[in-house]
């Protein structure tokens, strides 16, 4: 075949268009000696957006190597759409987390909602039914003029999707920080169920077999999206609203059942999903995983625009779009399948043993690029990075003078610990009819209908605050927290999904904070056996040269073998006793650098982060499981922002029931306010204290009752502070307020 068609004069590649692409003169030079010859624009546009960063994680891929992936509980990890992990009776949940960072910040509804899209299709695709939805935000500070108008989008797209596919979200995190103003956070997770025997994987096989395109119609949305999604911001980034995708969940939810019904049957050999980079990534990573060639005809495309042209369909991000490979004469039974649910469904192409994508418009050959050299040498960049500096020990003078109740009622109104009911009351987590657990625990608890009897536990968690001041011992706390908040609930914590939100990885700081997060990830995944599956690089998280602090989001799945004996968060009555497992034996807590009493009530963000013990966080957490699994709890809340003091007012507003804490000595603000890593409050029948005791100094975990249920209010050592009342009120009140403008 002649690749004199694929070339003329009138496309002759400059410099400028290679910038344009976001290509580097090094990575053009590469590009010329793949090819042999100068590309044509459709080839540079392929190359432009498989070599992005979004999609070849060239400055990410050598330390994301070093994540511990496997486990015998794992099916398959990273390098497919999701990941999958067996919870036992022939039963797997498939999950992963992703960004879509940039495009919310542009275009805050479009953004948020094609996320939750992109998603809900990574797991689908593998053959699973969603069962959930999760996400993690983080906005600029509420005194940013852009703030309220981004939260008002993103949570109007993302519960726009969500409640019109019919998947509940059930839970999720949100933070507030100047460092996130010229950049927001908007990471999507979905968790899907499937059958053991019935996974579906990317891998395209069989010369000759067809290549089926399935969904909406191609249109011009989303064409560089990828390429956006891999450069800073700038005054100009407004402008790029063009690139944000536009979604329709009601299409979606059509492509969700036809596809489980196809999937139902024999005729499906490899099946990906159009997510970035569209129709280029998807033909691309089948072929490449599938050793295979292809044969694309652009013009058999279903087409939403006039005119479009070979460049836009290969580039184009519209969504709810699938790839498929069939078996040979499974053609008509598919698209029977497909015309039933009224989608488009079009052979676009076969698969042959060339090795090559040979794109052709009307006969003619528009585009000839060889796979897997394209693939297999996409850029890998080994980063100059810099260690983040240790932090000097913070500042504490004015803390001896601090008023604990007044305190409390500010912390527990602050932006990060108010309570976030504004947002989920807008998304439908009952949908299914499934949530046992609803958002505002330490984890969401679904029960599964095709396990009875069993149920699944999932959250999301970060503290960027701790990562920038320590990258890793914030990226071990991260984990640590993922898994004691599975713990909390009575979840055996099986893998987590990472989502690596940092700022330009071209500056050695930046690419430390990474480096130091990917460190800390894997130390604690290797001390919990809790190992990675699934995840998503963000890079170039900056706006004029600012980088967002740096974020490493953990998306976890437990499992719970009998979900009747999940516990809650909620003091469930008078007169039982309050233990404090976990930590220092000495102390209830002693931990203030950067934590959240050190920056709300005394105005600074200073110190090292609180030290992460893995042996103890996972003798203590084994010990809290088999606790809540014996039915000796009934409630349970891990200590996290606000220390114990914050936990235990979070625990008496979940049950409209007040508490008396008695603690040793004066309690100063570090003891009540640290944040002191590896702990949990936990409540019992005061006739099951000694048992409890008895239990944690044989595991050699610390254990001491400091407090009893009962009342209106919250009391520390006979000192009467706020009520329960007024403590929901302020809990309640932030966010309404902020957002009545």
Not at 408 to 417: A, K, N, R
């Amino acid at each position: 075949m002649s690749t004199a068609a694929t070339t003329t004069p009138s496309s002759a590649i400059t410099p400028e268009i290679v910038a344009e692409h976001g290509l580097t003169p090094d990575e053009y030079k590469k590009v010329l000696e793949i090819m042999g010859r100068e590309p044509n624009i459709v080839e540079l546009g392929i190359f432009s957006v498989m070599w992005s960063e979004h999609c070849s994680y060239k400055s990410s891929k050598k330390w994301l190597k070093t994540l511990p992936t496997k486990a015998p509980w794992v099916i398959q990890g990273p390098g497919e759409n999701a990941g999958v992990v067996d919870i036992g009776e022939g039963m797997t949940a498939i999950f992963k987390m992703e960004s879509h960072n940039h495009p919310s910040f542009i275009e805050p509804y479009q953004g948020a909602a094609t996320g939750v899209g992109g998603i809900l299709r990574d797991v689908f695709t593998m053959g699973a039914r969603p069962v959930a939805n999760l996400n993690a935000l983080r906005f600029g500070e509420p005194s940013d003029p852009k703030t309220r108008h981004l939260i008002s989008g993103v949570v109007a797209g993302i519960g726009g999707y969500g409640n019109c596919v019919g998947v509940p979200t059930v839970g999720g995190e949100v933070n507030f920080h100047a460092g996130f103003n010229g950049n927001i956070l908007v990471n999507a997770m979905t968790v899907g169920v499937a059958p053991k025997d019935r996974i579906f994987y990317s891998a395209a096989a069989g010369l000759g077999n067809s290549v089926v395109y399935v969904g909406s119609k191609t249109g011009r949305d989303g064409i560089h999206g990828a390429t956006m999604a891999s450069a800073e911001f700038t005054a100009e980034s407004e402008d790029k609203r063009p690139t944000v995708q536009v979604g329709d969940p009601f299409t979606e939810k059509l492509l969700i059942e036809a596809c489980l019904e196809l999937m139902a049957t024999d005729a499906i050999v490899a099946i990906q999903d159009m997510g970035a980079a569209g129709l280029t990534s998807s033909s691309f990573e089948m072929a490449s995983k599938g050793g295979m060639g292809v044969e694309l005809a652009l013009d058999s495309v279903p087409m939403r625009e006039a005119g479009m042209t070979p460049y836009e369909l290969m580039l184009s991000e519209s969504q709810e779009r699938m790839l498929i490979v069939l078996e040979p004469g499974k053609e008509e039974m598919a698209k029977a399948i497909f015309d039933k649910w009224e989608l488009d469904f079009a052979v676009i192409g076969t698969l042959t043993d060339t090795g090559r994508m040979v794109l052709t418009w009307d006969g003619e050959v528009v585009g000839d690029l060889p796979i897997d050299p394209l693939a297999e040498a996409s850029p890998e960049y080994d980063r100059p990075w810099e260690p983040t500096p240790k932090a000097a020990d913070p500042d504490l003078s004015g803390a001896e003078s601090v008023s604990w109740s007044k305190a409390l009622i500010q912390l527990v109104g602050c932006p990060d610990m108010a309570s976030r009911r504004w947002i989920w009351e807008q998304y439908d987590h009952l949908v299914m009819g499934n949530t046992l657990q609803r958002p505002g625990g330490d984890s969401a608890v679904i029960r599964l209908d095709d396990a009875p009897g069993k149920g699944l536990a999932m959250t999301t968690d970060c503290t960027p605050r701790y990562v920038k001041a320590d990258p890793v011992e914030g990226g071990k706390q991260a984990v640590a927290e993922a898994w004691r908040n599975l713990t909390a609930v009575g979840a055996r914590p099986l893998a987590i999904t990472d989502n690596m939100n940092f700022g330009n990885p071209e500056k050695p700081l930046i690419m430390g904070q990474f480096v130091g997060a990917c460190q800390g990830i894997s130390e604690a995944c290797l001390a919990l056996e809790f190992p990675v599956v699934s995840g998503n690089v963000s890079l170039y998280n900056e706006t004029n040269g600012q980088a967002i602090p740096p974020t490493p989001a953990i998306g976890a799945v437990g499992v719970l073998d009998d979900v009747d004996s999940s516990v809650s968060i909620a003091f469930k009555g008078e007169g039982e006793t309050l233990v404090l497992l976990g930590g220092a034996a000495e102390s209830e807590g002693s931990w203030l650098g950067q934590s959240l009493f050190l920056r709300e009530i005394l105005g600074r963000e200073e110190g090292p982060p609180p030290p992460v013990d893995l042996a103890a966080e996972r003798a203590t957490g084994d010990l809290v499981r088999s606790l809540i699994g014996e039915g000796l709890l009934s409630a349970c809340h891990d200590l996290s922002d606000g220390g114990l003091l914050a936990a235990a007012a979070e625990m008496a507003m979940a049950g409209s029931l007040g508490c008396t804490l008695t603690l040793d000595g004066t309690p100063d603000a570090a003891r009540l306010f640290g944040e002191d890593q590896g702990r949990y409050l936990l409540t019992c029948a005061p006739e099951t204290v000694e048992v409890l005791l008895s239990r944690a100094k044989a595991a050699g975990v610390t254990a001491r009752p400091v407090g009893v249920t009962g009342g209106e209010t919250l009391v520390v050592n006979g000192e009467t502070g706020p009520s329960v009342a007024d403590l929901a009120n302020a809990h309640e009140g932030w966010l309404p307020t902020f957002m009545a403008g």
